[in-house]
């Protein structure tokens, strides 16, 4: 027995040798780090040091190898791309669409109408639309969808059409002192009427904090109902934007310096329609983001726009669908009654007429929301839930002293003909109404 145990142990020891060994101490082929603790006499690190490096130049030539300083280094690395597209629901693809596909019609009233984070608005006889665009030659290859800003046909109108996104103000901080980049896909319709087939591109900023595209709609061009803009806005950019011709495709890009100030950050796309409005007075874009880009500041332009085909545009950063549909829900909830009897939140009975549900939203919202309501969804009639009333009236229920609405959920009051009796825990169902609860945080 005592010589099992001996071999056991012998072998774990071989075990043991047989794994390599972690690195660990300082690896530095003798040299002793810069201002390193266990060194203390070695010179503390300057970013004058230089570092050799090799050129790869082809063919031999010289130089076949350089030094670069800690400082060099350090600038080209704070000059790369900062990746991290600040707009959301800028793919049609992923867009989520809760309002609607096809977009509501909006002329003075700057409206969240159509794609999820995108207001949009014209003017007096003009009358437009941001709907999705499925159609072939709308968007480029690896997209199926795109955003169709399109005045509708027969206005007489010549004010411009511009849709939104306000970033809000936590995200567009970052922007502070540095070069921004916006970057899209554009195609314009056969009947695309502006005046040199251009459009403008606005990057702007503002002082204040989260104050609204309304402000912003009347900061830029008076427009969109509003009254005042933001504090201190300005346009870091009004690029023209130069879309070559009707029914032509192509990628656009501008770039603009923000300043240090700036606590709010806005991008506008916009463009001027001429004579009455054909079917296909529109541009239809994708692809849409905003993004830090130090390394082409040398292009930053107040008014020039570039294509892509010549300028080094960022590649359009996309985001998983999941991803996106907890973002946009951040600002924008719907829940729409559908065909299938499906419960939709937990309820207790307030009295025989009268049930409070709990809608949970998926994601907590930006900001406590505000909440409508189309009447629908149905309760139980019965504590068996066998059978279903019609909800004939839903609410924001106002039978407990606290706020009911808050940024993670809703408690809402259905009135029906007949519920079960005080206290009775039931379900609020889809059955096969037209019922919607919209929840809202949008700036």
Request: charged share 10%; net charge neutral; with cysteine.
């Amino acid at each position: 027995m005592m010589k099992y145990r001996n071999w056991l142990l012998a072998g774990a020891c071989v075990l043991a040798a047989a794994v390599p060994a972690l690195a660990a101490g300082f690896l530095t082929n003798g040299l002793p780090p810069a201002g390193g603790t266990q060194y203390p006499t070695t010179v503390p690190l300057t970013g004058n040091e230089t570092i050799p490096v090799d050129t790869n130049l082809a063919q031999g030539l010289n130089p076949a190898s350089e030094s670069v300083s800690a400082n060099q280094m350090a600038a080209f690395i704070g000059g790369l791309p900062a990746k991290g597209n600040v707009l959301i629901g800028g793919d049609a693809s992923t867009n989520l669409w809760q309002r609607g596909t096809t977009g509501a019609s909006v002329t003075t009233t700057v409206t969240y109408g159509g794609p999820d984070r995108w207001a949009y608005w014209s003017g007096a006889s003009t009358a437009m639309t941001v709907s999705k665009s499925t159609t072939a030659g709308d968007f480029p290859t690896s997209y199926q969808a795109a955003f169709k800003m399109a005045r509708t046909a027969s206005q007489t109108g010549v004010v411009p059409l511009c849709m939104t996104q306000e970033i809000e103000s936590v995200n567009a901080t970052q922007f502070q002192g540095t070069t921004a980049e916006l970057d899209f896909h554009a195609y314009t319709g056969a009947n695309f009427s502006a005046a040199n087939a251009q459009m403008t591109a606005y990057v702007t900023y503002g002082t204040g904090t989260d104050e609204g595209t309304s402000k912003l709609a009347y900061g830029l061009n008076a427009g969109g109902g509003g009254s005042t803009g933001w504090t201190g806005q300005a346009n870091a950019a009004a690029a023209v934007v130069n879309l070559g011709a009707v029914s032509t495709a192509g990628r656009y890009a501008v770039v603009a310096n923000i300043p240090a100030t700036a606590t709010e950050l806005a991008v506008t796309l916009c463009y001027t329609p001429v004579g009455t409005a054909g079917t296909n007075d529109y541009v239809a874009f994708s692809g849409i983001q905003l993004l830090r880009n130090p390394a082409n500041a040398a292009y930053a332009s107040a008014t020039v726009g570039y294509s892509a085909a010549t300028f080094p545009a960022q590649s359009f950063e996309r985001r998983l669908q999941g991803v996106e549909t907890l973002y946009q829900q951040r600002y924008y909830y719907q829940l729409t009654e559908t065909a299938a009897i499906t419960p939709i939140a937990p309820c207790s009975a307030v009295d025989t007429t009268h049930t409070n549900c709990l809608v949970q939203f998926p994601v907590p919202m930006r900001t406590t929301p505000t909440a409508t309501y189309a009447a629908g969804f149905a309760s139980p009639t019965s504590t068996t839930q066998a059978t279903l009333g019609a909800c004939s009236a839903l609410a924001s229920a106002t039978t407990v002293t606290s706020t009911v609405l808050n940024p993670l959920n809703v408690l809402v009051n259905c009135t029906a003909t007949t519920i079960p009796a005080a206290g009775v825990a039931s379900f609020l169902y889809s059955n096969n109404g037209t019922g919607t609860i919209k929840v809202t945080a949008e700036l």
